[in-house]
């Protein structure tokens, strides 16, 4: 099993960037696809971003394209959330979460592992 610690939200301005880590230990990272989900108050969590194994495909929501960008580095086992031209409607507390499965897929169900979590706010 691999365990996961997000880190990097806080409190921005609307046009602001952020980069968000995702810490693992346990088994190499480079066994599982990776993605980014997030869960607006009040809202159902959503997919964001995923990444395959050893990081060359990216799937990326509507809502997110061209703003955001999922990165990996397995040698630090690190998966980083790099959040470009902010606006308000991206306030939610982001999820990293990993996929032991070589599948392409942005449902959370198909993820095996997640972590606690890290809050993004986002101010106009």
């Known amino acids: 099993q691999v365990q996961l610690v997000e880190s990097g939200g806080g409190l921005v301005q609307a046009g602001g960037s952020l980069r968000l880590s995702c810490a693992a230990s346990?088994?190499?990272?480079?066994?599982?696809?990776m993605g980014w989900f997030r869960q607006p108050p009040g809202k159902e969590r959503e997919f964001v971003a995923r990444i395959t194994r050893t990081g060359g495909n990216t799937v990326y929501a509507d809502s997110v394209k061209g703003r955001f960008t999922i990165s990996r580095d397995n040698g630090e086992m690190t998966v980083y959330l790099q959040m470009n031209s902010l606006k308000v409607e991206d306030t939610a507390v982001y999820y990293c979460?990993?996929?032991?499965?070589?599948?392409?897929?942005?449902?959370?169900?198909?993820?095996?592992?997640w972590g606690q979590g890290t809050q993004v706010t986002v101010s106009s």
């Open positions: 346990g088994h190499s990272l480079r066994f599982y696809a």
């Open positions: 979460a990993a996929d032991a499965s070589p599948r392409l897929s942005s449902r959370s169900s198909d993820y095996d592992y």
